[in-house]
């Protein structure tokens, strides 16, 4: 029998005037970025979450500490090919993933084809296999304040 496993990822990086803002491994043009050890890309960052708790990896502060020079700056995307070969490593394949990002301004719709070819590539999926929705909270909270933007992300992972 196929063993499934889900998994679940949520994070929240701030947002600031004069930082690059990387979404789902692409850069958004926006007077404000997003703030972080790495290059602070929150879509990713839930993604590895979500895979590395379905096959009880820990998650990715536990894998590329905050602490750790070798990650200052680093592009998320190398983060998520090594995750893609930690679950591989354990014998997981991706079922599907299932991502929001919540976020005031810039609309993410617009980007939201290239993010998914971009993912797809990165972690060697089918871009039907990778969903990628936004909401604002209307005007509610950090990120209606635009001082934030935070994302979540389910995964299905099986071993044949
Ligand atoms: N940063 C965002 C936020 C939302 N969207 C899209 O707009 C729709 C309406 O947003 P609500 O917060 O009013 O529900 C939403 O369903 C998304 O399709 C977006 O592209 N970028
Ligand atoms: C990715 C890492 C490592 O560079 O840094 P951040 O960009 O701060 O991201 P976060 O989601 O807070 O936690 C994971 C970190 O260890």
Not at 13 to 19: F, T, V
Not at 123 to 136: E, R
Request: glycine content about 10%.
């Amino acid at each position: 029998m196929t063993n499934f496993r889900i998994g679940f990822g949520y994070d929240v990086h701030q947002l600031r005037e004069a930082y690059d803002f990387w979404l789902g491994g692409i850069k958004l043009e926006h007077e404000k970025g997003a703030v972080g050890h790495s290059d602070a890309d929150v879509l990713i960052h839930v993604i590895c979450d979500a895979l590395l708790g379905a096959a009880d990896l820990r998650d990715i502060g536990y894998h590329f500490s905050d602490k750790d020079p070798k990650y200052k700056g680093i592009d998320s995307k190398i983060l998520l090919r090594e995750v893609m070969e930690l679950i591989r490593e354990k014998g997981y394949e991706v079922g599907n993933i299932d991502t929001t990002v919540c976020l005031e301004m810039p609309k993410v719709n617009p980007h939201i084809p290239a993010i998914k070819e971009c993912l797809a590539d990165v972690m060697n999926l089918d871009q039907g296999q990778i969903s990628v929705k936004a909401t604002t909270t209307e005007k509610l909270g950090f990120v209606g304040r635009e001082e934030g933007v935070s994302a979540y992300c389910v995964a299905l992972i099986y071993q044949k």
